[in-house]
């Protein structure tokens, strides 16, 4: 009995271990070391690049296409629950309104899950999100502080964020899984 209840102990002390690894900050500057979620890597394509200032789930990610108007604008979707969510329902047509000259924001056909999501959160410009109260998706091209309701659930590729900033009033967006 000595033996089997040494090995259980060696066996949990283990999998404790790998677990606490797993709970800190990615080491980098800045690093604020939350996570919205940890999920492990699976064959969804998704994963997790961070958005600047934050620590984000690790994972795979997935690539989305975002069309408005003439132009083309890729963002990377983290891998959480409402990253997930989001991917199911494409591809999608929003209609997008300016909101307070910082965000376009639309109506998604039904609400993302928020399992595992902080109560709010501090995009940042260049941050795909989503508002949960107003069930939107919603793409940040200014300085949005601290709002309740708010997850960050992907990043903008490139000069996204300027050349949306340069879309006056409301817009027509087509998302879809971009296809390389």
């Given at each position: 009995?000595p033996?089997t209840?040494?090995?259980a102990?060696a066996?949990?002390?283990?999998?404790?271990?790998?677990?606490l690894?797993?709970?800190g900050?990615?080491?980098?500057?800045?690093?604020?070391?939350?996570e919205?979620?940890a999920t492990?890597p699976s064959?969804?394509?998704?994963?997790a690049?961070p958005?600047?200032?934050?620590?984000a789930p690790?994972?795979?990610q997935?690539?989305?296409q975002?069309?408005?108007?003439?132009?083309?604008f890729?963002a990377?979707?983290?891998d959480?629950?409402?990253?997930?969510?989001?991917?199911?329902?494409l591809?999608?047509?929003?209609?997008?309104?300016?909101?307070g000259?910082?965000?376009k924001t639309?109506?998604?056909?039904?609400?993302l899950?928020?399992?595992?999501?902080p109560?709010?959160?501090d995009p940042?410009?260049?941050?795909v999100g989503?508002y949960?109260?107003?069930?939107?998706?919603?793409l940040?091209?200014?300085?949005?502080?601290?709002?309740?309701g708010?997850?960050?659930?992907?990043?903008l590729d490139g000069?996204?964020?300027?050349?949306?900033?340069?879309?006056?009033?409301?817009?027509t967006a087509?998302?879809?899984?971009?296809?390389?």
């Open positions: 009995m033996a209840r040494a090995a102990r066996a949990l002390s283990a999998v404790l271990g790998l677990t690894a797993g709970c900050g990615n080491g980098q500057p800045g690093d604020t070391g939350r919205t979620s492990s064959s969804t394509g998704l994963a690049t958005p600047s200032g934050t620590a690790r994972g795979e997935m690539k989305i975002i069309a408005i108007n003439d132009q083309r890729q990377t979707i983290f959480g629950a409402a990253g997930r969510d989001l991917l199911t329902q591809p999608l047509t929003i209609n997008m309104i300016d909101h000259a910082v965000e639309g109506p998604l056909p039904t609400p899950s928020l399992n595992g999501q109560d709010g959160a940042d410009v260049g941050d989503y949960a109260p107003g069930n939107d998706l919603v940040y091209y200014g300085d949005q502080s601290y709002f309740p708010i997850v960050i659930i992907g990043r000069e996204a964020a300027s050349r949306i900033a340069d879309l006056d009033g409301a817009v087509t998302v879809e899984p971009f296809a390389a």
